[in-house]
């Protein structure tokens, strides 16, 4: 299994990026699929996830409503819109997949496969 996250780059303020995570060897519509970040310093954290059907996503507060999160089944990839950026987006960002309960779409451990991350930097 692999999963190929791509799209990141150094951005302005109130730019837009986004980000692609293509998976490989994964039934993908069996997993939801996760993004998360992780700053300097600072551990893992959650910033959205698209359930398996893509027709429920959440998000964490810190993103909810400057970023989307979508997927296309038909070519196994998730993709995140992150619009309005913020310094405080700098990290480097790692998608995920996992079949846990919709209850741990939050957690790390809730996601079994891991991207090997895509940095973004957003600068003032």
């Known amino acids: 299994v692999q999963l190929q996250a791509s799209g990141g780059g150094l951005v302005q303020a109130g730019d837009s990026l986004r980000l692609s995570c293509a998976a490989s060897e994964l039934t993908f519509t069996n997993y939801n699929m996760g993004w998360f970040r992780q700053a300097p310093g600072k551990e893992r954290e959650f910033v959205g996830v698209?359930?398996?059907?893509?027709?429920?996503?959440d998000y964490a507060d810190s993103v909810k409503g400057r970023f989307t999160i979508s997927r296309d089944n038909a070519k196994s990839t998730a993709y995140l819109q992150m619009n309005s950026l913020k310094p405080a987006d700098t990290a480097v960002y790692y998608c995920a997949a996992g079949q846990a309960a919709w209850g741990s779409r939050s957690s790390v451990v809730g996601y079994k496969y891991w991207g090997q991350g895509t940095q973004v930097t957003v600068s003032s």
């Open positions: 698209i359930r398996r059907t893509g027709g429920i996503s």
